[in-house]
């Protein structure tokens, strides 16, 4: 099958730790990307990466990092700078270009104890 | 600034009935538009998109899209609901001519509850 995987589903956190949120996709595509959601709210970009050995910050990346080593992989790590970091986070990828689609992965949703 | 709305917070239908989520677009250009639907705890799913052509776009699941250049509407719409049709809805926006990775741009999501 193919698409894209995240992992864990649900993940706890204490406070001043940092936690790296695992996204895998075998759709060959060249672009990835993070989302944090939080209730009953939209999407919010952190982090993007339009090819290996390249990522861009987004909208909020304060608090979060990124590496993007491998075509098929986008590791984010939420790191104890990030003060409000209970959310859902999405991985969405797509094909580099024009009219594409993003497909999203099933989410992780983190908790901070 | 460009952006997208999706005026309703929430939306209620009875099922059988006709349902509309409404999705406006403020951008400069020709838009690129998608429609995805997210169940609770779930990634997003792709419903349909317009890019150019026929205003009326077909989708999964038995949606469609009215796309209206003069409104700058994109509507969702479903002839008859189903109480599995419930969930958030969000429109989103790909626009042309900036950096990659953040052009494009989600609507706040309209939740949609179908009644039985």
């Known amino acids: 099958d193919g698409g894209i995987t995240q992992s864990p589903k649900y993940l706890f956190r204490k406070e001043g730790q940092n936690v790296t949120l695992s996204c895998e996709q075998n759709?060959?595509?060249?672009?990835m990307y993070w989302y944090r959601q939080d209730p009953g709210q939209g999407l919010r970009l952190i982090y993007y990466?339009?090819?290996?050995?390249?990522?861009q910050k987004g909208d909020i990346a304060e608090g979060y990092s990124v590496s993007r080593e491998k075509k098929e992989s986008f590791p984010l790590t939420v790191t104890s700078a990030q003060k409000n970091p209970t959310a859902f986070y999405l991985c969405?990828?797509?094909?580099?270009?024009?009219?594409?689609?993003?497909?999203f992965g099933p989410g992780t949703r983190l908790t901070v104890l | 600034a460009q952006s997208v709305a999706q005026p309703e917070d929430q939306v209620n239908v009875a099922e059988g009935n006709p349902l509309t989520v409404k999705c406006t677009y403020s951008?400069?250009?020709?838009?690129?538009l998608f429609w995805y639907v997210q169940y609770p705890n779930r990634g997003l799913q792709f419903l349909l998109k317009?890019?150019?052509?026929?205003?009326l776009v077909k989708g999964s699941y038995g949606f469609e899209a009215e796309f209206n250049k003069s409104q700058t509407s994109f509507h969702l719409k479903k002839p008859s609901a189903l109480v599995s049709d419930s969930a958030l809805y969000f429109c989103?926006?790909?626009?042309?001519?900036?950096?990659?990775?953040?052009?494009?741009?989600f609507g706040p999501g309209t939740r949609l509850s179908v009644l039985p």
């Open positions: 759709l060959n595509h060249d672009a």
């Open positions: 990466s339009q090819i290996v050995n390249d990522f």
């Open positions: 969405a990828s797509s094909i580099d270009d024009g009219d594409n689609e993003q497909f």
């Open positions: 317009y890019i150019t052509g026929d205003n």
């Open positions: 989103a926006v790909r626009l042309q001519g900036y950096n990659y990775g953040q052009n494009f741009v």
């Open positions: 951008v400069s250009g020709n838009p690129y």
